[in-house]
C-alpha cells in the first residue's frame, strides 16, 4: 500500500483560478463517476443516457476517470449493443482494486481508523481506546499510532498494493472544515485543536476534517438511500449527540462551520445538568454517559461500558431494556421537533441500541409519530444503515466526498503522465 509523495495544497487551499471549460469538464467528470458508482457495471451508452451527457463527451471523461484509476473495465462482461457496430462495449464500474481512502473518528471512550474502497466498503478497521485520557493526551496518543496504523494496513492482505488518497478526520462538536480545526470538543477537552495541520504533517497524506455528524450524513448522499439526496436530517446520540442538515445533497456547513447545536434541544421533564449550564439539555438526557451512570446505579451493569449494557439488553435484563426505552422515546421526540421544524425526506439516525436491535428503532419511530405535530409517516426515519461500520465510513467520508465533487483536482489527481508514490513505513 502507498500513498503519494508529492507535496499537496491542503483540502482547504484555495484552488487555481480556472476557465468555464475546466469546471465544466471538472463536472462532467463527477456526474459520469457518480452515475457509475448508482448503476454499475454500466455500458458508456447507459452513462450517456442516464446523465443526459453526449457520448463524445462520456468517453473523455471516462479516458480521464481510467487514468486516474478511478474507474474499471469489466471486459468479461462485454455485450453487443443492439443495432451499434464495432466491438462489444465495456462496462464501467468504479475502481475498488487500487486505491483506498483512510479514516479517523476520534470519539469519547476510544477512536476508530480505518481504510476504505472507493465503493465505501471497509477494508480495515481498528478501534483504540483512550484508556480515559482526554485533551492533548488523546492527540499525541492518536499521532503517534495512526502512521503505525496506516503501516500495518500496508501488510494486510485486504489493503497491500493500494494506494491511499487521503485522510479523514471528524469529530464531535463544533468542526470548522475549512480551517481544518476542532473549534470546540467539551467532553474531550479540546479547544482549537488543527487537527488537519497536524496529521499532515505525522502522515504526509492530505487531510480533510469536519463533524461526525456531518460526516454520516455526506456517507448516506454517497451510499446510502436515493432519498438522501434530496433533503435530510441526520441524528449522532452517543457520548455527545450532534445533529446535521443536507438539501439536493449538500451538507450544510453554517457559519462558521457550525451546523447548529442540536444537543441543547429541551427535553421536557429531564433535570440533568449540561456542561452549558443549564437542565434539560438533549445532550446529557440522551447522552451515552447518563444512559450507562443509570445502568450502573441501579446494578445493571458493573462499570460504565457500551458492550455490558449491550450483553445485559441481549440477555434479557428489564431493567437494560427499560433504561433502552427511555433513552428511545427521548431521541424519538428530539427526531419530531427536528422533522417539524425542517420537514425533510429522510430522517437518519446513529444510535447503539436502534442499530443493534430494530426493536428500539421502533420505539423511537411510536415516539415520534406521537410528538410529530405534522404527523409524518414514521417511515422517514431510518437507522444508519453502515451498522457497525458506520464511524469507519464516516471517518473516511469528507475525502470520499471530495473525491466525488472533484474527481479531477488535487489533492488526488497526480500531475499529467505522472504517480509519484512512496511506502508507508512505521514512524
Known sequence: MTSTARSHPGPSAPRPASRAGD????????TVLRAVLDHGPVARSAVARLT?????AVSRQVVDLLRLELLAERPELAVAVPGVRGRPQLPLEVDGQRLAV?????GLPYSTFALLDLRGRVLFRQEL?????????????????????????????ATAGRRVLGLGAVTGGAVDAERGVTVRHE?????????RELLERATGLPVRVDNHARALAAAEVLFGDPAARRSMVQLFVGHVVDASISVAGTIHQGPPSVTGDGGHLPVPGSTARCHCGRHGCLSVAASDDTLFDAAVAQGV???????????AVRAGDGRADALVRERARVVGGALALLADVVNPDL??????????DPVYLDVVREEFALRSHLHRDAGLLVAQRFGADALAVAA?????????ARPLGEPYAPPPGEWSARPLVAR
Open 23 to 30: 469546471d465544466r469538464r471538472e463536472a462532467n467528470a463527477a
Open 52 to 56: 443526459g451527457l453526449s457520448a463524445a
Open 102 to 106: 483512510a479514516g479517523l473518528h476520534v
Open 129 to 157: 481506546p483512550h484508556g480515559g485520557r482526554r485533551g492533548s493526551a488523546v492527540l499525541k496518543a492518536l499521532l503517534a499510532r495512526v502512521p503505525r496504523l496506516l503501516a500495518a494496513a500496508a501488510a494486510d492482505p
Open 187 to 195: 467532553p474531550l477537552g479540546w479547544h482549537e485543536v488543527p487537527l
Open 301 to 311: 451493569i458493573a462499570r460504565p461500558d457500551r458492550g455490558l449494557l449491550l450483553a
Open 347 to 356: 430522517l437518519v439516525l446513529t444510535e447503539t441500541f436502534a442499530l443493534a
Open 396 to 404: 473516511c467520508a469528507p475525502v470520499l466526498g471530495e473525491l466525488y
